[in-house]
Nanobody
Framework: QEQVVESGGGLVQPGGSLRLSCQYS????????MAWARQGPGKRRDLVAS???????DYAEQAKGRFIITRDSAKKTAYLQMNNLKPEDTGVYYC???????????????WGQGTQVTVSW
């Protein structure tokens, strides 16, 4: 049973926008970190954006100024608002979830199956 489910991907023209959602339904009650990563065709999976339980965010350089990550802790859901999309943003977008552990650390990631984003005319 999938515990991390991404949605919101699709085909969009350059300059367009998409909003991805990541819903967690597993046993973790205290989620420390939620993040999005992209895997382009033939490429490795790279971090796009992350957000901690205190709201701190981090973005890959190519996402700064265009993407916004938010989360609704009560719903155990993270969102990625992607604006001004470019063809190089194409790929499968994966969400990962980490449990908050004592000592300001986080547990190993739980990954979703990903959602495809294609930016093309």
């Amino acid at each position: 049973q999938e515990q991390v489910v991404e949605s919101g991907g699709g085909l969009v023209q350059p300059g367009g926008s998409l909003r991805l959602s990541c819903q967690y339904s597993g046993s973790i009650s205290n989620i420390g970190l939620m993040a999005w990563a992209r895997q382009g065709p033939g490429k490795r999976r790279d971090l796009v954006a992350s957000i901690t339980d205190n709201g701190s965010t981090d973005y890959a350089e190519q996402a700064k100024g265009r993407f916004i990550i938010t989360r609704d802790s009560a719903k155990k859901t993270a969102y990625l608002q992607m604006n001004n999309l470019k063809p190089e943003d194409t790929g499968v977008y994966y969400c990962r979830v980490h449990e908050r552990l004592p000592g300001l650390t986080v547990g190993p990631p739980e990954w979703g199956q990903g959602t495809q984003v294609t930016v093309s005319w």
